[in-house]
């Protein structure tokens, strides 16, 4: 299951030891320690690069869906080149307006904003809501009347289509909690209509992660032309449609569809539906950030049982989620050359079984080895927890013979830092 470390852009193996840029791997372990996350940002540039090529000479916008990776040195990076944000959380807006994006560059998802969520989004302007449910619209009509401003809003539609995905990373089914359930779509248009607060600016989907063919996008895309022409019958006119996130990449042999080809495609349905005018919005998220970022990880100990062997290595669950909570299969490359390879589960020191990053997976390693999991810039840094009392890793972003501290280790003392005891004579 092991992709080739030298195909991934701005990683590259030279006289047998593994390179960020011109950065040696093993070096930037030493320096910062591990657990490490190391971004390319060569590697950032040729992933923007694919959806930029995608939308070029169009009115179609890129939103870079940030709960993939939120480290504000990647946030910068994409605001400086010119594309939004899709965001989530009051905490997601921030981060956006830290690095200089203007409300109306961020489109706002998810199925729970609060009251107060609601208003601070329009507060910064927000460019549109992406709406999920009828107490939700009727909620953001509320507020925006409080507050003498009008909210632009989608409907996310659910498309009922198969993403063919990992089913916790499927939204686009209609037993998922996503969206508002297609039949019911126009009826719900109409009533945002007649709501003074909110104005109707476009429609809104988004049908899964990881997906890695084509078929889903362009037929999820049909349907939703199918509801832009009966609401253009009652008279509801668009100003986008929203396509949501959710294009795959090569964690191990997967063969997903390049981000242009996929513009293409639906730029393709568009036109074909007599919509060529009508601007798209992508939500992109791990398609930018996966394959630009590594998790270094030293060995600690070699642990062979009667029934496994165990490579018990310094990074956890808590830093790496993806493998035990949807098996992903990520690889994971020796920094040093060895011989003799031999099956492994490599565990980390987080005590739970789950705490895996690879089961039954070839590797010559010995302790002190510097191990690289690849694929690891999305849903990696910004899935970690503090699980076991463990800091958080420490992230560093590569550009040419350069190294940046993105973001520095947490320490024990800032993890106890929020918390309070309580004196026992309180008790009495
Ligand atoms: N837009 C919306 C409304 C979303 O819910 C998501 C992801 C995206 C865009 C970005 O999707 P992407 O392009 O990254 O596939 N933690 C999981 C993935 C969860 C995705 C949640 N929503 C994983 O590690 O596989």
């Excluded at 190391?38 to 070029?56: D, F, H, M, P, Q």
């Excluded at 995905?165 to 019911?184: C, E, M, R, W």
């Excluded at 492994?344 to 690289?372: H, K, M, N, Y």
Aim: proline residues 4%; negative net charge; aromatic residues 8%.
């Amino acid at each position: 299951m092991s992709e080739d470390f030298t195909a991934l852009p701005g990683f590259s193996r030279r006289d047998g030891e593994l390179f960020c840029e011109d950065l040696n791997l093993r070096k930037l372990a030493d320096q910062f320690g591990t657990p490490l996350y190391v971004y390319s940002r060569e590697a950032l540039k040729t992933a923007l690069e694919s959806w930029l090529r995608g939308i070029s000479g169009t009115k179609h916008r890129v939103f870079y869906a940030m709960k993939a990776n939120s480290n504000l040195a990647l946030l910068k990076f994409f605001r400086d080149a010119g594309i939004g944000f899709d965001i989530v959380s009051p905490g997601e807006l921030k981060r956006a307006l830290m690095v200089g994006a203007k409300g109306e560059d961020i489109v706002y998802s998810g199925v729970g904003k609060s009251r107060e969520d609601i208003r601070t989004a329009l507060r910064a302007g927000i460019g549109c809501f992406n709406v999920e449910s009828i107490p939700e619209l009727d909620r953001i009509n509320e507020v925006a009347l409080q507050e003498k401003l009008l909210a632009p809003i989608s409907v996310r539609v659910n498309p009922d289509v198969d993403a063919k995905t990992h089913p916790y990373i499927s939204t686009g089914l209609k037993n998922n909690k996503f969206g508002v359930a297609y039949d019911q779509t126009v009826a719900l248009y109409r009533h945002a209509a007649s709501l003074p607060g909110v104005q109707i600016s476009g429609i809104d989907m988004h049908i899964g992660s990881q997906i890695t063919e084509l078929e889903p996008f362009v037929h999820a895309a049909d349907k939703i032309f199918d509801i832009v022409e009966q609401l253009a019958q009652h008279g509801i006119t668009l100003d986008h449609l929203d396509f949501g996130g959710g294009l795959g990449v090569r964690y191990t042999d997967e063969t997903p569809p390049s981000a242009e080809t996929l513009v293409k495609a639906v730029s393709q349905k568009a036109s074909e539906r007599g919509f060529a005018d009508l601007p798209i919005y992508f939500e992109p998220g791990r398609s930018l950030v996966a394959r630009a970022g590594v998790l270094l990880t030293t060995v600690e100990y070699l642990k062979p049982t009667q029934a496994k062997n165990f490579m018990i290595v310094d990074a956890a669950m808590n830093d790496m989620v993806r493998p035990t909570l949807y098996q992903a299969q990520m690889p994971l490359v020796n920094c040093t050359e060895r011989e003799q390879s031999q099956q492994w589960d490599v565990v980390g020191p987080v005590c739970e079984t789950g705490d895996f990053l690879a089961r039954s997976i070839e590797l010559a390693a010995q302790p002190g080895d510097v191990l690289a999991m690849t694929g690891a810039g999305a849903y990696g840094m910004s899935m970690a927890s503090n699980y076991n009392s463990r800091g958080r890793a420490a992230e560093v972003l590569v550009s040419g013979s350069r190294a940046w501290l993105i973001r520095r280790r947490e320490t024990i003392e800032e993890l106890t830092a929020l918390e309070n005891t309580v004196p026992n004579e309180a008790f009495m």
